[in-house]
């Protein structure tokens, strides 16, 4: 169940909070989760809206002493000033990604790297870099319950959308792979509900990836030199047009791997595409 402003427990040692901006692109709202009972780490604040920085302090108050990011897109992570300064919670996270749609104002006291660990006698939560969505995301496996806390990596009810130039495909496939060397039970995402048989979930994702690249292949194979905004029609012919706009996004980074592999070639006076010729 997904209400806003109101703790759902989801296991011994996991509360889920959702945050009042529902959208197009954040589904019923961002996820915050509150882990442990006695000492409180905030995962994913969320956005700065006064009435969910209020949930998460009536649901946690002073026993919160830690704020863990995915990464910092608005929906995400702004919330940390706030709760940071009302409990005085160390900070942990990576910094801002060099783009354009960044929480400029996050500052960790701890900056992340791959397998750091916060160990408490409730819990403990290992990082797992997984960049691709952007460039700082990070998930998050709580080894206990065998969860992962994966940000805007996974989504309940809809794919992910990866904007260059710090989202990049290649990065984000490889990603969805590392992730299965974990012995992973459940994902806890950024959006929407907890998602079971996590292995078939990553699997599908990495498969529904790699078909979406096969199709832009045959695109460009069945149209030869090709905007963007033509080959998107082909590409993405299962999807409404009315999210095309944020396709042509996912298609781009789709293009740059391809790019990256010396599979295609980006013709920049037109921003046009073509198979590589060899």
């Known amino acids: ?86 409990t005085g919670a160390e900070v942990i996270g990576a910094l801002p990604a060099d783009d354009m749609f960044q929480d400029d104002t996050f500052r960790p006291g701890r900056e992340l790297q791959h397998d750091d660990v916060l160990s408490t006698r409730e819990f403990t939560l290992r990082a797992v870099h997984t960049p691709g969505h952007v460039s700082n995301h990070f998930c998050f496996f709580l080894e206990e319950e065998q969860m992962l806390f994966a940000g805007d990596h996974i989504m309940n009810g809809s794919t992910v959308v990866i904007i260059p130039p710090s989202g990049d495909m290649k990065a984000y496939i490889e990603s969805l792979q590392l992730l299965l060397r974990y012995p992973l039970k459940f994902i806890a995402p950024g959006h929407g509900d907890i998602m079971e048989d996590s292995r078939a979930v990553v699997e599908w994702l990495v498969n529904h990836r790699l078909k979406r690249e096969h199709k832009v ?61 060899i």
């Open 1 to 86: 169940m997904l209400e806003h402003g109101v703790p759902f427990r989801l296991n011994s040692r996991v509360r889920r909070l959702v945050a009042p901006n529902p959208g197009v692109m954040t589904g019923p709202g961002t996820n915050t989760y509150l882990l442990g009972d006695k000492e409180v780490a905030v995962l994913d604040p969320g956005p700065a809206i006064p009435a969910h920085i209020d949930a998460i302090l009536d649901a946690a108050g002073d026993r919160i002493r830690w704020i863990v990011c995915t990464h910092t897109h608005p929906d995400h992570s702004p919330a940390w000033q706030a709760v940071a300064e009302a």
């Open 217 to 277: 292949i045959a695109g460009l194979q069945q149209l030869g030199r090709v905007p963007v905004d033509q080959l998107v029609r082909v590409v993405y012919d299962d999807v409404d047009t009315s999210l095309h706009k944020m396709a042509k996004l996912s298609l781009t980074a789709h293009l740059i791997k391809l790019q990256h592999e010396n599979r295609a070639l980006h013709h920049a006076a037109d921003d046009s595409w073509e198979m590589f010729e």
